[in-house]
């Protein structure tokens, strides 16, 4: 497999892919972190029960902040391979990273 990475101006490394969600597939990009122990969702792709696994976990935020989070099962694709990962929910990606014009699905990482 041999995927294109895009870079945000903090640096931070993108893969575009496609994330499953009830109404077929919502295209735009992954953040690869293999710093983070886990896979994160934003949470704007949260709202949908079928995903749902009804557990929470604790997660650290920014800032060092630890607090509650739900997880979900989601299905996505890079490079038309499937994936399927637990991912927790994370209020708002986009603010981590500082932009706001990239459509962020979630953040891959070590999990």
Do not use: W
Request: hydrophobic residues 30%; aromatic residues 10%; charged residues 20%.
């Amino acid at each position: 497999m041999r995927s294109k990475i895009y870079f945000t101006n903090s640096y931070h490394s993108l893969i575009r892919g496609k994330l499953k969600v009830a109404d077929g597939y919502k295209e735009g990009f992954f953040i690869i972190d293999t710093a983070c122990t886990h896979c994160i969702i934003n949470s704007v792709h949260c709202d949908e029960k079928s995903h749902d696994l009804n557990e929470t976990c604790n997660s650290i935020t920014a800032g060092n902040v630890s607090r509650e989070s739900k997880l979900y099962e989601f299905s996505y694709i890079i490079e038309d391979d499937n994936y399927s990962n637990n991912f927790q929910e994370i209020e708002n990606l986009n603010a981590m990273i500082g932009d706001s014009s990239i459509p962020l699905l979630g953040l891959l990482g070590l999990s």
